[in-house]
């Protein structure tokens, strides 16, 4: 097939059973039965699944498959994947090819070795995967991908699929509460969109296989800063380089043939950083869509003899990588409810919905802290281009004074005589989109979507948008139970909306979050600052956090609290490694290479005094006296880190010694980290045992 940039009409999608293939490849019938399926959430008859399951062999047959597997998304953050043939044995002792509608509906990997977080014992393997029907199947690597949730023998989600899909029905089941009552008879569903803008870094390949730190842990550990970073912007939507291009031409081509709607690319702020952005679908399909997206960044960099770094901070000095998560809600019939209408009734509707939004950041900002929380992401939030650890929702100032104006019922401008109030006759049209970004917001809405920009780059976006999705349905659904029993439905709508403002005003940040003035404004307006993965994680189970989940059957207090264990845990085994891969590299490389120039600096001042008594020889002596000292700390910072790694050992439980990572652990990886950067900079460059800032930053030339 020529994949060739005229044909993407014609190749996008080709390997995915959509919509149109299963149009085109089964019976009318049966192509009725799976689209009520998708639809209305019914479960699949077995003689339907079967026809559905061989029109799918064939078709993924001539597309070079032999195998199938259920791809589903573990507690790791990564995608798995069991390959089985299509083949079975025949009474003659030949093979034939099939593939029943069983196994397309369900399998069963060996799910001993996933993260369960107590819910079941390891010597207890048993899991079974569940065909999610309202994401495509794909052909990836010839083999048949069968998009599935993951639960385990006793039926508890293992997965963050499940999750994300029972957050979204509970959505749809209170959003339509809301719909109704403003007379949208011919909505049936609502349904979340999410657009994930990827950022990641690209460094050379025979550069990175020098660096240990980056091999085990995705980031650097020890280097001092380039001379030249970011300062100049000159790389931010600069030209791309042909090698990077060539990168991104493939990595479209290949998403695309996957239907995955990549859209936007361009250079990020930081040298070495790009982005990839794509249009907006359903929630549950951006997440398969992002994971794809990310499996092959990686794995397309590499035949281009580059590395595709997703880590949210592998540089110090530089920024970070994040994953802007842009989130609405849109009914079946094209509606996008964040969207700002044309008449004062849906501006009333737009009105509720934001308000909804506003109340459920508020009400559960711990929890949407908690959804993007990491070990990775505690080095990037804060910093350059990165919210601060401070949920707020930047609004901007023209619907802020809208709001303000409808809380103290007066006029919105000098213009406007008449007093706001949510009504049919005086709301007025709103203006659209009005206002600049506010790239340091946690939260903001930029027209008619909220853009998530606290989720690190790594992350599965299944996470933050199960926990808004679910905050939001709690909160629609509070409202509907206030406006279905009004009597006067008008008056009850300007009351709610009023009173919602007036007390969750405090989530609202327009201005700088960089600014510490904020840090301490916020700490006053009583909203949390939980800055570190350690700090955020125990959120999870707070009492009104657990009911919300167990509330809309999200997640059961079981699930819930084995997700605070893996989460813990998860923390607690990267810090380690981290911690264990600087022990290793400055053992080893670092100080005999530190050792190593010192004994070259006294060798070359005793050759020179040896032969002119008269010289100073200052240059080898300052610098050996500088490098002995540095060697010194080094030794001691090494020493220190060992000890506080040791000390771990003795705390009891996963908070205890996430905890202690915290405040011991990764103190004294920064401090050892500050003496090692020290001594990079007194080295000669060809002594130095690894490549450089410098060389990883601005390592692909051309």
């Known amino acids: 097939m020529d994949f060739s940039t005229k044909n993407v009409p014609e190749y996008f999608g080709k390997y995915v059973f959509d919509d149109t293939t299963m149009r085109a490849r089964l019976p009318k019938e049966t192509y009725k039965a799976i689209t009520r399926t998708v639809k209305d959430g019914r479960s699949l008859d077995i003689t339907i699944a079967n026809v559905v399951a061989n029109a799918m062999k064939d078709?993924?047959?001539?597309?070079?498959?032999?195998?199938?597997?259920?791809?589903?998304?573990?507690?790791?953050?990564?995608?798995?994947?069991?390959?089985?043939?299509?083949?079975?044995?025949?009474d003659t002792g030949r093979v034939i090819m099939e593939f029943s509608g069983k196994e397309l509906v369900q399998g069963e990997p060996d799910a001993s070795s996933f993260p369960s977080g107590g819910l079941r014992a390891t010597f207890e393997a048993r899991g079974y995967t569940a065909w999610d029907p309202t994401s495509y199947a794909f052909v990836k690597d010839g083999v048949l991908c069968i998009p599935t949730a993951f639960c385990s023998f006793g039926g508890d989600a293992l997965d963050k699929k499940t999750p994300l899909l029972r957050s979204m029905e509970a959505l749809n089941r209170q959003a339509m509460r809301v719909v109704k009552l403003f007379g949208n008879t011919d909505v049936t569903s609502v349904k979340t969109t999410v657009g994930p803008e990827q950022e990641y870094f690209l460094v050379d390949k025979s550069i990175y296989d020098k660096?240990?730190?980056?091999?085990?842990?995705?980031?650097?550990?020890?280097?001092?800063?380039?001379?030249?970073?970011?300062?100049?912007?000159?790389?931010?939507?600069?030209?791309?380089?042909?090698?990077?291009?060539?990168?991104?031409?493939?990595?479209?081509?290949?998403?695309?043939?996957?239907?995955?709607?990549?859209?936007?690319?361009?250079?990020?702020?930081?040298?070495?950083?790009?982005?990839?952005?794509?249009?907006?679908?359903?929630?549950?399909?951006?997440?398969?869509?992002?994971?794809?997206?990310?499996?092959?960044?990686?794995?397309?960099?590499?035949?281009?003899?580059?590395?595709?770094?997703?880590?949210?901070?592998?540089?110090?000095?530089?920024n970070g990588s994040g994953k802007h998560n842009n989130w609405s809600m849109t009914t079946n019939t094209g509606v996008n409810l964040l969207n700002p209408g044309e008449t004062p009734y849906e501006n009333a509707q737009f009105l509720l919905y934001l308000c909804a939004v506003i109340k459920a950041v508020d009400d559960y900002q711990d929890l949407i802290r908690v959804s993007a929380t990491s070990a990775g992401n505690d080095h990037r939030l804060g910093a350059a281009e990165a919210p601060p650890a401070v949920i707020s929702i930047f609004l901007g100032d023209e619907l802020t004074a809208i709001l303000s104006a409808l809380e103290k019922e007066t006029a919105y401008n000098a213009k406007e005589k008449t007093l706001m109030r949510v009504g049919v006759h005086v709301l007025p049209k709103f203006p659209k989109d009005t206002t600049d970004r506010n790239r340091t917001s946690p939260f903001a809405f930029t027209g008619n979507k909220f853009e998530f920009r606290m989720l690190g780059s790594s992350a599965s976006v299944s996470d933050c948008n199960t926990m808004i999705n679910t905050a939001v349905a709690e909160v629609l659904s509070q409202f509907a139970d206030e406006l279905e029993g009004a009597e006067n439905f008008e008056h009850a709508l300007h009351d709610l909306i009023v009173k919602t403002i007036r007390n969750h005003k405090r989530i609202i940040f327009n201005g700088n979050g960089y600014d510490d003035a904020w840090i301490r404004e916020a700490e006053k307006r009583g909203l949390y600052n939980l800055k570190t993965t350690p700090d955020a994680i125990p959120m999870l189970l707070q009492e009104k956090n657990i009911n919300l989940l167990c509330k809309h059957k999200v997640l059961s207090e079981r699930e819930i609290r084995a997700r605070y264990e893996i989460l813990l845990e998860a923390y607690v085994k990267e810090v380690h490694i981290e911690a264990l891969t600087m022990v290793d590299m400055v053992r080893k490389d670092i100080l005999p290479a530190v050792c190593g120039y010192g004994d070259?600096?006294?060798?070359?001042?005793?050759?020179?005094?040896?032969?002119?008594?008269?010289?100073k020889c200052t240059y080898e002596l300052k610098n050996l006296e500088n490098l002995s000292v540095c060697t010194d700390n080094i030794y001691e910072g090494l020493l220190a880190l060992e000890e506080a790694i040791e000390s771990v050992k003795h705390e009891d439980g996963n908070l205890a010694q996430a905890k202690a990572y915290e405040t011991r652990v990764i103190p004294a990886m920064k401090a050892l980290r500050a003496y090692v950067d020290s001594a990079e900079g007194m080295v000669a460059y060809k002594e130095w045992p690894y490549p450089t800032y410098g060389d990883l930053l601005f390592g692909i030339k051309n």
Not at 600 to 615: G, I, N, V
Request: aromatic fraction near 8%; proline fraction near 6%; hydrophobic fraction near 40%.
């Open 600 to 615: 070259k600096l006294a060798e070359t001042a005793l050759h020179k005094k040896a032969a002119l008594p008269t010289l």
């Open 59 to 90: 078709w993924a047959m001539e597309l070079g498959a032999t195998h199938f597997t259920h791809w589903f998304q573990p507690m790791t953050g990564i995608t798995a994947e069991k390959h089985d043939s299509f083949i079975s044995p025949d």
């Open 211 to 318: 660096r240990p730190d980056l091999i085990f842990t995705g980031r650097t550990l020890f280097g001092s800063r380039a001379p030249k970073g970011q300062e100049l912007d000159d790389h931010y939507f600069g030209t791309i380089k042909p090698r990077v291009a060539a990168f991104m031409k493939e990595l479209d081509e290949e998403l695309w043939k996957l239907g995955v709607y990549a859209k936007t690319e361009h250079n990020e702020a930081a040298p070495a950083q790009h982005e990839l952005a794509p249009v907006f679908t359903t929630s549950n399909i951006a997440a398969d869509h992002n994971q794809l997206t990310m499996e092959l960044m990686q794995k397309i960099a590499r035949k281009h003899d580059m590395v595709c770094l997703l880590h949210e901070k592998p540089f110090a000095g530089v």
